[in-house]
């Protein structure tokens, strides 16, 4: 038997591992620990890299559809017009709507029509980057696809990642849908002017966020209430500042 | 169903390191997907199965393993293994510990057959 594979060919048979020389078929187990996820987090550090270059802050957000990502954007575009040059990706399986919505607020925007896929990746990302004035921004928000689960797994090299729920969805989700969680930096509840109307419990959330996540900041507003995005504005301001001084 | 994505993804990677092994035909793939992806196995079994069709792993069937999450505790510095989410530390309660294992989709390995027509 050969004492390299164990093969049990007779000896007389040509059979020199050394020099790759089989004539021989056998098996061979490959041991090769290699991550699925490896392309798309070297894409990610890339794109993280080139928007740090031009010096912009770059925004993931994640949520089910219809939480209030695209009116998050509008709202910030608010408040940021005069002092930050907000520029968006939006991510959807089908439709450019959100994205003609921003265009409306004459902000530069890229749309990524994702077609069967449920979620961006940092190779879309990447794409989008060089449909955008990037030299002429400061802020970058990417409106992730409406799904609560997949997105989470992608790195898209944005600086920070967050997660929306609004009080229609029910105070139980953060422990149903806990991947998105672990890998955001915050956390917005949103339509609060709601909360009279529904039985949703604001702590519940926040603590089930906590437990997945100890540092996550946590932010409850409405995009219908005057001044309710004011922390949340000030928190991305102080990023901002941390990140590109 | 980002179990597809995967998929595609493990197509690629495995048909990659057989040809790069210089293997005549692959046997069997595995890979070690980690409970914090949230990937479903019936689900990345499936799509597998759709994305293997006219490659060199059509006749390679995958095989699956779950790896629990393995996490430490920044404050008592207590390693635990968890079957669920809940990463708070059971020694001292303190939230948010450090997962060491647990959140990666790998492939394992490949069964390939070496030689031959080679």
Known sequence: MCETCGCGLPEEAKHAHEDHGHDHPHREEARLYRSLLEANEAQARENREHLLEHRVLAVNLMSGPGSGKTSLIE????????????????????????AARVRALGLPV???????????????????????PLEDLDLLVVENVGNLVCPGLYDLGCHLNGVLLSVTE?????????????????????????????????????????????????????????????????YLEGERKALLG | ???????????????????????????????????????????????YDMARQGTSLEGAPL???????????????????????????????RPGMEVLSGDDILLRGLDLEMGGSA
Do not use: N
């Open chain 2, 63 to 93: 095989r699956i393993e779950v790896a629990p999450v393995r996490a430490r505790c920044g404050g008592c510095g207590r390693e635990t293994v968890f079957e669920g989410y809940a990463l708070a530390c059971p020694a001292c309660g």
């Open chain 1, 75 to 98: 709202t910030l575009a608010g408040f940021t017009a005069g002092r930050w040059r907000l520029g968006v990706i939006e991510g959807d399986l089908a439709t450019d709507r959100d």
């Open chain 1, 170 to 234: 029910g105070d139980d989700k953060v422990a149903k849908y806990p991947v998105a969680f672990r890998h955001a930096q915050f956390f917005c509840i949103t339509k609060t002017d709601l909360l009279p109307h529904v039985d949703f419990d604001v702590e519940r959330p926040k603590r089930e966020a906590r437990l997945l996540k100890g540092d996550l900041k946590v932010f409850a507003c409405s995009s219908r209430v005057p001044g309710s995005l004011d922390g949340f504005a000030a």
């Open chain 2, 1 to 47: 169903m980002h179990e597809w994505s995967l998929a595609c993804a493990l197509v690629k990677t495995a048909e990659e390191e057989a040809a790069r092994r210089g293997a005549s035909r692959v046997f069997e793939v595995s890979v070690s997907v980690g409970f914090l992806t949230g990937v479903v196995p019936e689900l990345l079994e499936r799509a």
């Open chain 1, 110 to 132: 890229h749309q990524v029509t994702t077609g069967s896929t449920c979620h961006l990746d940092a190779a879309m990302v990447h794409g989008a980057l060089h449909a955008l």
